[in-house]
């Protein structure tokens, strides 16, 4: 076998080296994305992102609005939650935007059924899911 050969046999071996690698890059994205989407569906955990307990300014409407649905124990509708606040209907949308602002981000606010704000607080099921004790080898090809 000349040298031309031998050197084009080394590139060829090599090149298989390097497609099987890409392979493993790819699987290793794709199990990580499926982490992530995964981790999305689960509630925020207080603090995470960061963010400690979030506090209304006291006597705003928003702090106002929160003491209102933890006296009624249930989430309400708007209109509901205008009349407690002995508010005129004109303050309906200002009201409802600065709520889904805070439902957008997950903090403190939650919209179950439209034009309708509950509590995260509200949120906590008795049957919440239990931890899952995740192995340190989970996903390792064996």
């Known amino acids: 076998m000349n040298t031309r050969a031998q050197f084009q046999k080394l590139i060829d071996r090599k090149q298989l080296e390097i497609d099987n690698l ?8 794709a199990y990580i994305q499926a982490i992530q989407d995964s981790m999305k569906i689960l ?3 207080n603090g995470q992102n960061g963010q400690d307990q979030i506090t209304l300014r006291p006597g705003t409407a928003l702090a106002k609005t929160q003491e209102i649905l933890r006296k009624a124990g249930e989430p309400l509708h708007i209109n509901e939650i205008l009349k407690a606040l002995n ?13 889904s602002a805070y439902v957008r981000n997950g ?31 989970f996903g390792n090809d064996k």
């Open 22 to 29: 890409q392979r493993q890059v790819e699987y290793a994205k």
């Open 87 to 99: 508010e005129k209907a004109d303050k309906r949308i200002s009201l409802s935007g600065s709520l």
């Open 43 to 45: 509630p925020r955990e």
């Open 107 to 137: 903090q403190i606010f939650t919209r179950p059924a439209p034009n309708t704000f509950g509590l995260i607080e509200m949120n906590k099921p008795s049957n919440q899911l239990e931890e899952l004790d995740i192995p340190e080898d």
